[in-house]
């Protein structure tokens, strides 16, 4: 739906840590550094999601953002990896009927704060 989103982060080198060991299950890495800006992409090696050192002052606003995963035990790893972090678990993995059947999903904060899901419909 988007064709990439940028997240400014407090700590650069904490949020590459965690997104590239939590986001380890859905193929997506680091594929290009620019020092103070990184870009993520997934299988395809096309950067959707990047992160970079905050550059605008006020203050941090919760964001969400929602990450694809292929099936629930996917979901299930990504959770276990946010344990491992000591990432904040806002949501355990669970069904969400009230979005639709078969939503299945996990909610924790990533180091800034933000509210990051992982969701299979499947």
């Known amino acids: ?45 096309l950067p959707k999601f990047w992160l970079g050192k905050t550059t605008t002052g006020g203050a941090q606003r919760e964001i969400h953002i929602a990450f694809s995963a292929p099936d629930r035990a996917t979901v299930d ?12 678990v806002l949501h355990e993995p669970r069904e969400w009927p009230e979005y639709h059947p078969g939503y299945y999903a996990v909610f924790v904060r990533d180091p800034d704060g933000n509210n990051i899901e992982a969701v299979t419909h499947a």
Request: proline share 4%; hydrophobic share 40%; net charge negative.
């Open 1 to 45: 739906m988007f064709d990439h989103l940028s997240v400014q982060c407090d700590d650069l080198d904490a949020s590459r840590r965690f997104y590239e060991r939590l986001l380890g299950p859905l193929g997506i890495t680091v594929s290009l550094d620019f020092g103070d800006v990184l870009g993520l992409a997934g299988p395809d090696g």
């Open 77 to 88: 790893t990504i959770h276990a990896i946010a344990r491992e972090l000591e990432a904040e």
